[in-house]
């Protein structure tokens, strides 16, 4: 779980980097809460894109989401309604992976929801401070280190493992290329267009089998 | 939009993703395209973004050899594949970036 911590303070690093204020990038790792869409909207913001665009694409990005709150609804139904809104801001893609292992264990299921609140917490905590060593950090660190690739890095690092099978390598490759032939597409339209048109293609070639 | 705005919308959207199963349905069967498309969205969305970022850093197209970016890139790549560690990919790729950008 302490591996978010290296990626909230370069997260921190490339906000001040794109200009956003202390505050507002510490506010972004609490509205927010959501450690890929945070690094594309410092992206957007460097790149001056409109505030719309970026709004789709947090919600595009953050899509995935949907799927753990499928998978884990039915585990949480017995719990009253603000703890299915305090689990559901917690809900992050690191916080997802033990909570599902820990639910699909066999054993009483009512009191695991400690568990998942526990996983929670834990990453959100890891996330505001890291977050906020990188605020501290971005002051000091200096244009000429190029940073701003480890946006790249990190994406790859993220991307590589799920390209197990060939309509996940089809789906990146459609993205990527899409990515740069739309990339001089007004309003930073770019990004949102090769998303579609990737999860498009791996959907299609998924479908042929 | 002011940025304040962009950060409650975009929290907003994201919490209502989060929250959507667990508060609207009992016992839920995502449909299977909806399931088979939402389980493509990382893996374009971050594609999507690392590709610019190697081979139009300049702001032009740059599939030359010599692009600091794209030696760097195609090491993560590699790296990524056979360690599956993102500190490590990270680590690998700025390394050859800070080796490569004085000679190239």
């Known amino acids: 779980m302490l591996s978010v911590v290296p990626f909230g303070m370069i997260y921190g690093v490339l906000a001040l980097d794109a200009g956003l204020t202390h505050a507002q990038a510490q506010g972004m790792s609490s509205i927010v809460f959501a450690g890929s869409a945070q690094f594309i909207t410092t992206q957007l913001v460097k790149s001056a894109a409109p505030g719309l665009i970026i709004v789709l694409t947090i919600l595009v990005v953050n899509l995935r989401h949907a799927l753990y709150s499928a998978s884990l609804a039915p585990y949480v139904q017995h719990l009253p309604l603000r703890w299915k809104l305090i689990l559901s801001y917690l809900l992050t893609d690191e916080a997802y992976a033990p909570t599902i292992s820990n639910y699909e264990e066999p054993g009483d299921s009512n009191n695991k929801h400690w568990f998942f609140l526990g996983a929670g917490l834990t990453l959100w905590t890891g996330w505001q401070l890291s977050t906020a060593t990188g605020i501290m950090l971005g002051a000091v660190v200096p244009e000429s280190w190029s940073l701003d690739f480890t946006l790249a890095l990190t994406f790859i690092a993220l991307v590589v493992p799920r390209l197990r099978d060939r309509s996940s390598l089809a789906s990146a490759l459609v993205a990527g290329s899409a990515a740069l032939v739309g990339f001089f597409l007004p309003y930073k339209l770019g990004l949102l267009t090769a998303a579609l048109c990737g999860i498009l293609a791996g959907t299609l070639l998924e479908g042929r089998k | ?104």
Not at chain 2, 19 to 34: D, N
């Open chain 2, 1 to 104: 939009m002011n940025l304040w705005l962009v950060l409650f919308l975009g929290g907003l959207l994201t919490f209502g993703t989060r929250l959507s199963f667990i508060f609207l349905l009992q016992k839920v069967a995502v449909p299977v395209w909806l399931r088979r498309a939402l389980y493509y969205v990382p893996t374009a969305v971050l594609t999507a973004i690392v590709f610019p970022e190697v081979f139009l850093h300049t702001g032009t197209f740059n599939t030359s050899l010599l692009n600091p970016r794209l030696i760097a890139g195609i090491l993560a790549v590699i790296v990524a594949w056979r360690t599956r560690n993102a500190l490590l990919t990270v680590a690998a790729g700025m390394a050859a970036l800070w080796i490569l950008q004085p000679l190239l």
